[in-house]
Every structure is written in C-alpha cells, then in structure tokens.
C-alpha cells in the first residue's frame, strides 16, 4: 500500500505548539481577555489603556513620543487619541514651533482614572496564578527578547 503523497510529513519544527511566536499570541490574547472587564469599568479599551499608562507615567509627551514608547505607528495612535479626547481624558494641541507635532495632556478627568485603574495590575496578578518575582523574571525575558528581535530588524 502506498502512502498518500499529499499526506504532511510530520515536521517537529513545524508544529504549531513547538512555536514560541503561538505561545506569545495565544498568552497575548488571552491577557488582553483578562483585562478586558477590567477594564470597561474604566471606560478603556487595552490599547487606550496602554496609551494612559504612558502619559500617567509622563505627561505632556507629543504623539511620536507616545507611539515610539508603545512601539506603535503615529498613525494608528491619532485615532485612538481622538477617542480618548471625546472621553475627556486627554487634549491634543498643536507645537506653536512647529504645527506637525502634537502635543498630548491629561484633563483632570485623566489624571482622576489613574487611581481608579490602580487595582488593575493586582488583578492581572492574580488571574496569572504567580508570584510577582516569577512574572517580573517573564517579564525580563520578554523584555530582552524584544531587544534582540529589534535587534535582527
């Protein structure tokens, strides 16, 4: 009896669980789920939440600086910023130097989310099932592996 020659060849390399890039999307996706009702009690959305711990972190950033920081195309940024303005969050306004970049600040009501959003990392904590110094040693593995993948770019 003769083999099938469209059957696959089974390949270790190329099994879908031996990849790490599907075990960063699958975790990736998953982490966004958890933080999802978490976040809809603040009235964000992950990637806007992502954007206000950056200006929480530092305030009065342009919007290259935030894209830059969240490895980000400005582009794609200036939407979800206008979102954020309409919440009343933040306020772009134009450099007075030069009228291409923008400027982002908090309003009070953006500064105010930031103690509401405080319970947030706990909660992601302990929907992880680790201990902090496991998550912040995955978190420096992660961390210097994007460094060498930038690297290879």
């Not at 599907?22 to 998953?30: K, Q, R, V």
């Not at 009235?43 to 954007?51: E, F, R, S």
């Not at 291409?100 to 009070?108: A, D, G, H, P, Y």
Request: glycine content about 4%; hydrophobic content about 40%.
């Amino acid at each position: 009896m003769n083999a099938d020659p469209k059957a696959p060849v089974p390949c270790d390399e190329l099994l879908l669980d031996n990849q790490v890039c599907f075990a960063l999307h699958s975790t990736s996706l998953l982490m966004t789920k958890v933080y999802k009702p978490l976040l809809h009690k603040l009235g964000l959305t992950y990637p806007q939440y992502l954007a206000m711990l950056v200006l929480w972190e530092q305030d009065g950033l342009t919007v290259g600086e935030i894209s830059q920081r969240l490895l980000t195309d400005p582009g794609s940024l200036t939407p979800l910023l206008k979102r954020l303005e309409a919440e009343g969050l933040l306020k772009r306004t134009r450099s007075r130097e030069d009228e291409r970049v923008v400027l982002v600040q908090l309003t009070e009501q953006g500064h105010a989310l930031q103690a509401r959003a405080k319970d947030v990392p706990h909660c992601i904590l302990a929907a992880s099932g680790e201990n902090l110094e496991r998550l912040q040693q995955l978190q420096a593995d992660l961390l210097a592996l994007r460094a060498n993948l930038q690297k290879s770019l």
